[in-house]
């Protein structure tokens, strides 16, 4: 069974540029979140969806959007990029919303804006 | 929700027990707690979830005392590709939202 795919996995983009990044739950997830992963430090919490509405989001900017499509899949978009927004992006897929469930990883997309 | 905090790092060698120790001082009672695995690039991957007592699966054990206010992630016979970033989270049992707070981890160095 195919696991959590992302792509692109590796992106450069140039700052004030707009990037899409797409995530495919595992079959059977409805529920997909977004992390973004500065080096060194912890996966931070930026959206959930579930059933197509968001669920829940985190203390990021308007400049980060995202959508959840009737397949379950999702896309992150990222606005105006930054140096900052310099990360790891990774999709997590789980079958329900609560908190306690089991969170499936994809490898990530490692963005670069320079 | 309830901060969570571990060691920064840990070496350890092959062959060895690898007993890492979270502490969550203010863990509510629906809180459950739950352990993570990262390799570099790539994304976590979970590895236990407990509530109380001990758990135990084919990957790792989970020490929770009656408090709850810490919590023992145990490795046992660890082996150079343990080497990861393992990450302790306390979450509330079925939030409105999956949020995972992730802290800063615990890297742990698995030698020859």
């Known amino acids: 069974d195919a696991g959590v795919t992302q792509s692109p996995t590796h992106l450069i983009k140039t700052r004030g540029q707009h990037v899409t990044l797409r995530c495919s739950p595992i079959?059977?997830?409805?529920?997909v979140s977004w992390y973004q992963q500065v080096l060194g430090q912890g996966p931070q919490f930026i959206f959930q969806?579930?059933?197509?509405?968001?669920?829940g989001r985190g203390n990021f900017p308007d400049r980060f959007s995202a959508r959840q499509f009737p397949n379950y899949s999702s896309e992150l978009n990222v606005n105006a990029l930054l140096l900052g927004d310099s990360a790891l992006y990774l999709c997590?897929?789980?079958?329900?919303?609560?908190?306690?469930?089991?969170?499936?990883f994809g490898q990530g997309t490692r963005l670069t804006v320079v | 929700l309830a901060k969570t905090t571990q060691p920064i790092s840990m070496d350890s060698y092959e062959g060895q027990e690898v007993n890492i120790t979270c502490s969550h001082n203010?863990?509510?009672?629906?809180?459950?707690i739950t352990w993570y695995q990262q390799f570099p690039s790539q994304g976590p991957r979970f590895i236990i979830q407990?509530?109380?007592t001990k758990v135990t699966n084919e990957v790792a054990s989970l020490f929770i005392p009656a408090d709850r206010k810490s919590s023992t992630l145990s490795l046992p016979r660890v082996s150079l590709s343990d080497t990861a970033v393992y990450y302790c989270?306390?979450?509330?049992?079925?939030?409105?939202?999956?949020?995972?707070?992730f802290g800063g981890g615990t890297r742990v160095l698995v030698k020859p």
């Open positions: 079959s059977g997830h409805k529920s």
């Open positions: 989270l306390v979450a509330p049992l079925k939030a409105a939202g999956n949020k995972l707070t």
């Open positions: 997590a897929s789980s079958l329900v919303v609560a908190s306690n469930t089991e969170a499936f």
């Open positions: 203010n863990i509510a009672t629906n809180d459950y």
């Open positions: 407990g509530y109380k």
């Open positions: 969806y579930y059933e197509k509405e968001e669920r």
